[in-house]
């Protein structure tokens, strides 16, 4: 049943982070409370995996340590996200159950002592779980300190897929209620391939590993179900946390763009969309990816704010090699953050741990306590995220969405069975946001079914599959006036992994004017070419022979190899709107110069000289921009902005300003009918 969406009850920006005050000793807790009022944090999240703890044996609770917690934080005015602890099990629980232990694809069980030592499906677990939500939220619902419930804990990020009895038994019902009856599955399947036809339920097991390729429709619905089986198991939570507190918001937090769960679904069930983002550091292009996996957490609610709620003060501790920010890069990410959306910037954790498994991973409060370095710098974030209280409620503009979807993610990576191994729909989105995001926009996600509304730009990386109600949507986009674009590998299969009739792009080949006769993977170790308007591109992973109608314009075509000659990037123009096909994998450079010329078409701006360290992001309401210009690298940027004050500072500018490295400002202007659109200054003559 639909519900309405509650919001974080918090008056400012979020600021804090995962508090774990039951592995310190109780009296450092009033000293954790004071440091925190002094850095500015109002939110921490906790207990998120004190079960054993507050349940040390079966039916034996032991709330007095998190009760005192729980009110030492609300005298100190600072709020809870409060999570259910059913993060991982208790040992008790494990030893009592062995058999809600997750199995591997070899069949082989994951032993305890990690966390998520849990099969998704096990009727134990669910049982225990729903248990301990209740006895949870029974206790501390009606809590002052209460904002917000946190179930679970990144759903997935261990053990998102499991293969043990309980999950094929779950795998079966979740078949037949899919399916209804064993003919319209094996007609689904294509089982008559290779011998493989079903004529009992019971016959169906989870996809272990086989002699050989497995059937790739079967792989597709695992992957459907395990992640609606993990999707059940917040729901069960949800439901007991609705019933008991019909008025505080809940959430769960995602992993950004993570494979192996289809967020689309799960944001559907919570409140608030929340994230743990963990940038790489070490990577220069890190900040590009970040702005990807921001732009879907702002489009799972359909651009209501999200919250960061994860992120590293410094190192992690789980790369093989875990560098630190330097100085000004945590300001400059959670200010990135904030940009795309989130209403505050959370990290984990405060306190930095002494032992396990992350001892090593930074915190707010570092192994040197107030006198470490992320403790100065969180601290002074705190302190100044109060001038940017305009900002909290605002939307993010932008004309560009990018349409995300998890069946194509799932069936274009299946580990055989495919024309290449190298086509990852991961890798197209990134890069084709990528170019985007250097060419001065923001981008949303979309489903492949929208609304689209309020875009005029609509990329589609790749849609591996494809069914007809995402096709008709896309194609009243581009028929209405909108542009799409389109990229290889696209509408091959159906949602059943039926090859569409008459081939590629299957029910989007009106719209883009194109057959593909035939899919032609490069080699590896060969590098082809595509001539765009006179511009050599670099063309190493992919191509297509492709047979177009004649009102179909070639503005790109194969400048080497067999299909030397023959349309590789196409335009079929459709009134006002166009559909365009890529049919080639291009490199960044390429990219850049393809969509220059469709943002052209499409009657948007792009950046005449791009540098990936420069991200403009303007959050607006009915009467102000806000607009984020930030500098990702280790050299100054000047760059033409509209005039403004800057919230930062309080300063004016005159319509042109110099960031130094990791510099942020965030001018407030009167709401402008277009959407302002910074830009790198000309370099100066030697320069």
């Not at 619902?141 to 779950?170: F, K, M, Q, T």
């Not at 001038?387 to 939307?395: A, D, K, Q, S, W």
């Not at 949303?444 to 494809?466: H, Q």
């Amino acid at each position: 049943m639909a519900h309405a969406s509650r919001a974080i009850r918090l008056d400012a920006l979020a600021f804090g982070g995962d508090y774990n005050p039951d592995q310190w000793p109780e009296s450092v807790w009033a000293d954790d409370i004071r440091l925190m009022r002094d850095a500015g944090v109002n939110l921490v999240s906790l207990p998120v995996f004190s079960w054993p703890q507050l349940e040390p044996e079966p039916g034996v609770y032991d709330w007095g340590w998190l009760d005192r917690v729980l009110d030492l934080l609300w005298e100190g005015g600072i709020k809870v996200d409060l999570a259910t602890a059913t993060a991982t099990p208790p040992s008790w629980l494990v030893r009592a159950h062995p058999e809600m232990l997750p199995m591997d694809a070899d069949g082989r069980r994951l032993e305890f002592g990690s966390r998520q030592a849990y099969c998704p499906s096990s009727p134990v677990w669910r049982e225990n779980v729903a248990r301990m939500a209740r006895a949870v939220a029974e206790r501390y619902g009606s809590h002052p300190a209460l904002a917000l419930w946190h179930v679970s804990n990144e759903y997935g990020d261990h053990i998102s897929r499991c293969w043990c009895p309980e999950s094929a038994a779950h795998f079966r019902h979740w078949l037949a209620d899919r399916y209804g009856d064993l003919d319209t599955l094996n007609t689904a399947w294509g089982t008559t391939v290779w011998g493989q036809r079903y004529t009992s339920w019971e016959h169906i097991e989870t996809p272990k590993r086989a002699p050989g390729p497995i059937n790739p429709t079967t792989l597709l619905d695992f992957e459907r179900f395990s992640s609606d089986a993990l999707l059940e198991l917040f729901r069960l939570e949800v439901d007991i946390l609705r019933e008991a507190t019909p008025d505080i918001p809940v959430t769960t937090n995602f992993l950004s763009a993570f494979r192996d769960l289809d967020y689309w679904k799960f944001a559907e069930l919570e409140d608030v969309v929340t994230d743990d983002a963990y940038p790489d550091p070490a990577d220069p292009l890190s900040p590009v990816g970040a702005a990807l996996n921001y732009g879907l957490m702002r489009s799972l609610k359909g651009g209501r704010p999200w919250l960061l709620l994860e992120q590293a003060p410094s190192a992690t501790s789980w790369r093989d090699v875990n560098v630190p920010k330097a100085p000004g890069r945590m300001r400059s990410d959670s200010l990135q953050a904030i940009a795309n959306g989130s209403d505050g910037a959370l990290f984990f954790q405060w306190r930095q741990a002494r032992s396990g498994q992350e001892k090593f991973h930074s915190s707010m409060l570092g192994h040197r306590g107030e006198r470490s370095r992320t403790y100065r710098e969180t601290k002074a974030l705190g302190l100044e995220l109060p001038r940017l209280e305009p900002v909290r409620g605002t939307r993010v503009r932008t004309k560009v969405a990018l349409v995300v979807d998890w069946d194509s993610w799932w069936g274009s990576s299946a580990p055989e069975s495919l024309p290449s191994q190298r086509l990852h729909w991961i890798e197209q989105a990134r890069a084709w946001h990528r170019a985007l995001y250097a060419l001065g926009h923001a981008v949303d996600a979309v489903r492949a079914t929208g609304p689209f509304d309020g875009y005029d730009l609509v990329v589609a990386p790749n849609l591996y599959v494809l069914d007809d109600a995402a096709a008709s949507a896309l194609s009243a986009f581009a028929s209405s006036g909108g542009t799409l674009v389109v990229g290889p590998f696209s509408g091959v299969v159906d949602p059943a992994e039926r090859v569409h009739g008459g081939g590629a792009p299957g029910p989007l080949r009106d719209v883009l004017g194109v057959e593909v006769d035939e899919q032609w993977p490069i080699a590896d170790g060969l590098a082809e070419a595509v001539d765009y308007q006179g511009a050599a591109l670099a063309n190493r992973v992919w191509s297509e022979w492709l047979e177009t109608r004649p009102e179909t314009e070639a503005r790109g075509r194969y400048a080497s190899g067999e299909l030397d000659g023959r349309p590789a990037i196409t335009v079929r123009r459709a009134g006002a709107g166009a559909g365009w096909y890529l049919s080639a994998v291009l490199d960044h450079d390429g990219l850049v110069t393809v969509f220059r010329d469709i943002l052209s078409s499409a009657g948007l701006p792009a950046r005449a000289r791009t540098d990936l360290a420069l991200e403009a992001v303007t959050r607006s309401d009915d009467e102000t921009d806000y607009t984020f210009v930030l500098n990702h690298g280790l050299a100054p940027l000047t760059v033409r902005v509209p005039a403004g004050r800057d919230l930062l500072t309080g300063e004016s500018t005159d319509g042109t300003i110099t960031l130094p490295r990791f510099g942020v400002a965030v001018l407030a202007a009167p709401r402008a009918a277009d959407i302002p659109f910074p830009t790198l200054t000309e370099p100066t003559i030697g320069s």
